[in-house]
């Protein structure tokens, strides 16, 4: 005062102030005060007026959250981690593994009375750190391999309807569930052609989601181009998605294309024949995909109610629903915190659950929860019963795309599909632990088979006093063993596999 200076400058938040500290009371049974004595508070009477004190803190996200409980933290700390990580010449690789494990599912932001969203801070991230060359690119390396194998002419296909050559509809299933579900696919295209007018194509291919989750902008500006330009060459037709991740892509990515849901087609119409009456009470699970768009929500639940399906809603459901894991590549950059999310989120209901994403099936199914796809109860596989069906593994996924290819080319379009690769004639025997460990460790048949025809081609193999060999092959940054036993009737019996990213010279080049 003295000096001029004023009293009230930098003092707000002195005194009483509104604070945007929100600390949930529900459930906190209000305590009176406890009255003064003469002579002021004994120590228990203090003690007993400051028990009534709160521990204020929010914490509201982390409670839903699998990720955030993992890292033992809460977004305020985890922000500073991450601009901490950023800032330094190389990130960490326990700060590279965080920022790759958030599910980018938006639930926080949704729950947060600030709406802070640790979604666009981790995505931002990758995007930042890819940019910089600071983050490696092995945590979704696998993801984006499956992507651009999706879109190769193997596993990808674009057709108008047999017989017919204009195109009002495209039925565009999506990859993931072309991998689980392939006679499902095969099923409802044949529905839909039945009803829809104007010819009703087919387009078998990747959205490009998971090179968007990974932060890759250069892959999934490639993608999202060749998407539009295959679209625009068809006519610009309705594209018609079963997989909520591909409606969000377009709608948000590719605002020009018209996308309906797979869900709110069927409901306009009469049941499939086939539909496999429910008559039970199963719990919902919405994808984390869906969270914009309540008509598809609502479509999904119809669907299930006129198959007979009483639906029972989880405590976080619709747009605050919970990620099944493979949310943002969650699971394929922290396998153990996306199984920990998927067992979290079974562990809501007792009930079966009823989902309409193939991967949240596939993560749920895998952890032991009986759970039915919506495509599978509206197109039954016959004699089976699609509760208990174990999720189908990665090798098999790939197998199915191309298989359902092949198969839709002979049967519909009456082509001749591709001629397969050498090694594709490979029989290969896979004992029930060496199927485990092929499935943990990300490691394909395809590859296995590509790398012991390439061992037994060249001779670039080690023999073993058991009469077993070890092979290499490094298709692309990961070098691949096989440890695999000839059999007498041609076949190969695999015994183990592991891959590194260490350079062994000789194992270079390119998978054919
Ligand atoms: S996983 Fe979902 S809820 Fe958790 S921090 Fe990431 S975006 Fe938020
Ligand atoms: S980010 Fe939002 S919901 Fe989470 S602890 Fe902070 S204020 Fe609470």
């Not at 640790?118 to 910089?132: F, P, S, T, V």
């Not at 569930?177 to 291919?205: K, M």
């Not at 405590?315 to 915190?337: H, I, R, V």
Request: glycine share 8%; charged share 25%; hydrophobic share 35%.
């Amino acid at each position: 005062f003295l000096q001029g200076a004023s009293l009230t400058t930098s003092r707000e938040k002195e005194g009483p102030f509104h604070t945007r500290l929100f600390t949930n009371v529900e459930g906190v049974a209000p305590k009176p005060p406890v009255p003064v004595s003469t002579g002021g508070y004994s120590p228990e009477e203090a003690a007993a007026e400051a028990g009534r004190c709160l521990l204020c803190e929010c914490m509201e996200c982390v409670k839903h959250c699998e990720f955030l409980q993992h890292y033992k933290g809460y977004p305020k700390k985890y922000a500073r981690e991450i601009y901490n990580n950023l800032s330094i010449v190389q990130g960490t690789r326990l700060a590279n593994r965080m920022i790759n494990s958030c599910a980018l599912c938006g639930q926080c932001e949704r729950i947060c009375p600030n709406g802070f969203s640790m979604r666009d801070l981790c995505l931002g991230a990758r995007k930042e750190m890819l940019l910089q060359q600071k983050m490696p690119p092995s945590a979704h390396e696998f993801a984006l391999e499956d992507m651009v194998f999706s879109n190769s002419p193997s596993a990808s296909l674009l057709r108008p309807e047999p017989g017919r050559r204009e195109t009002a509809w495209l039925f565009y299933p999506g990859c993931r569930l072309s991998g689980t579900s392939p006679s499902q696919v095969r099923d409802a295209y044949g529905f839909l052609r039945n009803f829809l007018e104007g010819g009703v194509g087919l387009w078998l291919r990747c959205c490009g989601a998971p090179a968007r989750w990974a932060g890759r902008e250069d892959l999934f500006r490639k993608e999202a181009e060749e998407t539009l330009r295959i679209w625009k060459s068809m006519g610009s037709p309705v594209i018609i998605a079963a997989c909520t991740g591909c409606v969000d892509v377009f709608r948000r990515e590719l605002p020009e294309i018209r996308v309906v849901s797979l869900w709110e087609v069927l409901e306009k119409e009469a049941m499939p024949e086939e539909f496999l009456k429910m008559n039970g009470t199963l719990a919902v699970h919405d994808p984390c995909t869906a969270v914009d768009y309540p008509e598809i929500r609502r479509a999904a639940r119809s669907m299930a109610s006129r198959a007979g399906i009483d639906c029972e809603e989880l405590p976080m459901t619709a747009e605050l629903t919970s990620c099944c894991g493979y949310g943002g590549l969650q699971e394929c950059a922290n396998p153990e915190l996306g199984s920990a999310t998927a067992s979290s989120r079974c562990g809501e209901s007792s009930s079966d659950y009823l989902v309409y994403c193939a991967m949240c099936r596939t993560l749920f199914a895998r952890t032991g929860k009986r759970t039915v796809h919506l495509l599978e109860v509206l197109f039954p596989a016959p004699g089976k019963d699609p509760l208990s069906m174990p999720a189908v593994s990665w090798s098999d996924q790939r197998e199915n795309r191309a298989g359902l290819v092949r198969e839709l080319l002979r049967t519909l379009w009456k082509e001749e599909s591709p001629m397969p690769e050498e090694h594709e004639a490979i029989k290969l025997v896979l004992p029930e632990d060496a199927g485990k460990i092929l499935e943990t460790r990300r490691i394909l048949t395809d590859t296995v088979k590509r790398a012991i025809r390439n061992g037994e081609n060249s001779g670039r193999k080690i023999a073993r006093p058991d009469g077993a060999f070890a092979t290499c092959l490094k298709p692309a940054s990961v070098t691949y063993w096989i440890v695999y036993r000839p059999l007498e009737d041609g076949a190969f019996e695999v015994l183990n596999a592991w891959s590194h990213r260490m350079t062994v010279p000789g194992t270079e080049g390119s998978l054919p």
